[in-house]
Each structure stands twice: as C-alpha cells, then as structure tokens.
C-alpha cells in the first residue's frame, strides 16, 4: 500500500544545517503535490513548504531563504535542505502527499511518521 | 501568515453531536473550496476525514460530516463515540497560493 517514509532528523546547534529525505512508494509519486507539514512538541500543524508536479514550490514566510524543498521523482523521494536552523524549527516534521493527481487541492490523505529535527545548543 | 480561528476544545457525552468551527477570510476559507480536516489522535499522525468542504475519503464514517458559510468552515461529528477523542485541525488553501492549518481543537467524549 501507499506510504511515506521520512528520515534524516536529529539534534543539531542553531545555525547549522540539515537535510531531511522522504521516500515514497505505492503510488504514482510524479503526479502528486509533496507537502511539509511540522509540529512543535505540545503545539499545532503548521505547513511548511510544497513542491508541485512541475517543480514549482511555496514556503511559509519563516523559512523562505533558509529552507529548500525539492523531490527526485526518478528516486521518488521528497526532500527538505534546511539551513540557519533556529530553535523555533524545532519539531516533528511529516511528509505528505496531496489527494488529487496533477492539481495542488491542500487535502493531504498520506503522511508519514514523522522525523523529530530538535536545535538546540 | 495567521492561523484559522478554532475553538481549543469541544466536548459532548456519548451519541451528541458536536461541531467545531474554523474562521477564516475572504482569502482562504471565503474564496476557495479546499478546506479540509485532520483527526490526530493522542502520539498518532494526522488523518484525512473530509476534504474539498464536505467530501468523505472512503472508509472515514459517515458520522464525520463538514459544511461552509462565507469565512467559515464546519466540522460536524453526529453520534459521538469515544474513539472520537482526539485533536482535529482545519486546512484551507489561501489567496497566497499557500495552506493555512487552524490552531486545533481537542474533542473530548465525557
């Protein structure tokens, strides 16, 4: 079946860098919207970026500059570079996939676990 | 870039009905029909359990309902059981060409 499978978080100083990966399998991963969705510890969703079929992208404006989202659809794999981290990223950081094929609708009916990205000095 | 308006919690007894809004503005919930809602249970990734206003993914009970009025989007659980108890968050598309969630708000079967 369909999944998502992120990796790549751990426990860095404010100010370096990261890159978190997602692996995609079960469906057709060229055609679909890819999202980042973050939670803070005890806190709410929050979207973070989206990369479109065509390669186009968005950002929330706490990131723009600092976070790179891009995807390799011949891996199908989701990434997310993110550098000049700051303490308030800290989170639990889930991919996820758009419902409809080739149209970007915000209906996100695939995640995946999670992976905890913690800054911290 | 502020978060739709959700109350922080709701409550009813077992087989109630409860609902919870999400307010936004003229340039999200208002002007598009891409609103959706996630069901998070307690340490669990979130769930899709309606999407485009009022559409149901298959499998999600028909219990689970959601409807709009101008800046404000509704989630409706008819006949409340206790597997209900969970945070739930509204999502809609804004004029900004991005996604806005809402702040979440904890369901709790008495």
């Known amino acids: 079946q369909a999944q998502l499978i992120e990796s790549g978080g751990g426990v860095v100083q404010p100010g370096r860098s990261l890159r978190l990966s997602c692996a995609a399998s079960g469906f057709t991963f060229s055609s679909h919207v890819m999202y980042w969705v973050r939670q803070a510890p005890g806190k709410g969703l929050e979207w973070v970026a989206f990369i479109s079929f065509d390669g186009s992208n968005k950002y929330i404006d706490s990131v723009k500059g600092r976070f790179t989202i891009s995807r390799d659809n011949s891996k199908n794999t989701l990434y997310l570079q993110m550098h000049i981290l700051k303490t308030e990223d800290t989170a639990l950081y889930f991919c996820?996939?758009?419902?409809?094929?080739?149209?970007?609708?915000?209906?996100?009916?695939?995640w995946g676990r999670g992976t905890l990205v913690t800054v911290t000095s | 870039q502020s978060a739709l308006t959700q109350p922080p919690s709701v409550s009813g007894s077992p087989g109630q009905s409860v609902t919870i809004s999400c307010t936004g503005t003229s340039s999200d919930i208002g002007s598009y029909d891409r609103v959706s809602w996630y069901q998070q249970p307690p340490g669990a990734a979130p769930k899709l359990i309606i999407y485009e206003v009022y559409n149901r993914p298959s499998g999600v009970p028909h219990r689970f309902s959601g409807t709009k009025s101008g800046n404000t989007a509704s989630l409706t659980i008819s006949g409340l059981q206790t597997e209900d108890e969970a945070d739930y968050y509204c999502c809609s598309y804004t004029s900004s060409s991005t996604l806005m969630f809402g702040g979440g708000t904890r369901v709790t079967v008495l």
């Open positions: 996820v996939k758009d419902r409809r094929e080739w149209d970007l609708v915000g209906s996100f009916d695939l």
